[in-house]
Nanobody, 123 residues
Framework: QVQPVESGGGLVQAGGSLRLSCTAS???????TGWFRQAPGKEREFVAA????????YYGDPAKGRFTIAGDNAKNTLYLHMNNLKPEDTAVYYC?????????????????WGSGTQVSVAS
């Protein structure tokens, strides 16, 4: 069982960058790990995910061209590098892990969730 813990959120101006991190006490190496986000009054949506064993990344529409997901095996840490942030990126960002994950965009494919980290983008 893996328990994700997020960090790195904060307040940033539009056009700025942030890096989110997600760690766990047990290895991510056999999991698919991803980032989801939830804005007030909206459903939780898929941002990005990666299969640790093969390293292939997947991106949801909000992330394409601006965000990069990466995993560091040595540190057992998942990252989400976010560039050119926009006010509509304001949300709580959650790290999730699951195995096996077939439909990588679906929330119910992930069994383990962190408590989230707030990202706020000011215009």
């Amino acid at each position: 069982q893996v328990q994700p813990v997020e960090s790195g959120g904060g307040l940033v101006q539009a056009g700025g960058s942030l890096r989110l991190s997600c760690t766990a006490s047990t290895t991510f190496s056999t999991y698919t790990t991803g980032w989801f986000r939830q804005a007030p009054g909206k459903e939780r949506e898929f941002v990005a995910a990666i299969h640790w064993d093969i390293g292939s990344p997947y991106y949801g529409d909000p992330a394409k061209g601006r965000f990069t997901i990466a995993g560091d095996n040595a540190k057992n840490t998942l990252y989400l590098h976010m560039n050119n942030l926009k006010p509509e990126d304001t949300a709580v960002y959650y790290c999730a892990a699951g195995r096996p994950v077939t439909y990588i965009y679906r929330r119910d494919e992930y069994d383990y969730w962190g408590s989230g980290t707030q990202v706020s983008v000011a215009s």
